[in-house]
């Protein structure tokens, strides 16, 4: 097992206390954001909403709101999304909600939270294992990575996601907040065009990539 030390540096005070718990004791330090070993990460603004066609309501009284990749997002997030989405408005379980609010119950701090406990458990057992070293260098690379991402509802609250750990996943920060965006100006879209509350939504792809204006 390696060597321990009472925890207090700077760079592990600012943990929240779940994870200052866990690395009492600890030589691993969790380094605070913008630390030279966790640079602040800038997310990327997409703006090309325009090119996306008009949300319109199918023969079968569903509203058809529309998503296309933007330059700049993850492939693999975006499809992961939009395939679950997809499937998600073919069995009827999105409906449209025009106040989220009283959906929220904090599960996304939660998400993120968890996330974090997670790297620290693992580097904690590299740590256990005798490597310090890669028990730092691993415990780096994980906030790095969630420092990248958000914690995003795969069902979206507007069109009745759940706020809960279930219906969350960590995906690319840039690819959350234009997928969100497009699906916002799309639902504003819609409801001009008469779409009300609890009325019945579908998710339809629209192939190729938009580019930044």
């Known amino acids: 097992m390696a060597g321990r030390r009472s925890a207090g540096n700077a760079a592990t005070a600012i943990a929240r206390p779940a994870i200052q718990k866990l690395l009492k004791g600890r030589k691993l330090e969790f380094k605070p954001k913008g630390h030279a070993d966790r640079p602040t990460f800038k997310k990327v603004t997409t703006n090309n909403y325009a090119d996306v066609p008009k949300p319109f309501k199918n023969a079968n009284g569903r509203w058809v709101l529309h998503v296309k990749r933007h330059e700049g997002w993850n492939k693999a997030d975006y499809r992961s999304k939009v395939d679950s989405m997809r499937t998600a408005g073919q069995n009827g379980q999105l409906r449209y909600v025009k106040d989220t609010s009283a959906k929220r119950t904090g599960a996304q701090g939660k998400k993120r939270d968890l996330e974090e406990e997670n790297a620290v458990r693992e580097a904690v057992a590299k740590e256990d294992a005798g490597d ?30 759940k706020d809960e750990l ?29 779409m009300q509350p609890g009325d019945l939504v579908e998710i339809v792809e629209v192939p190729g990539t938009l580019r930044n204006r």
Do not use: F
Not at 149 to 161: F, R, S, V
Not at 168 to 188: C, F
């Open 132 to 161: 310090l070293p890669g028990a730092q260098a691993h415990l780096d690379d994980r906030l790095r990575t969630l420092d990248s991402q958000e914690a995003d509802h795969i069902i979206e609250l507007q069109i009745d996601g």
């Open 166 to 194: 279930a219906n969350l996943k960590m995906i690319d920060a840039t690819t959350n907040h234009g997928m969100g965006g497009q699906l916002r100006s799309q639902i504003v879209a819609a409801t001009k065009g008469g």
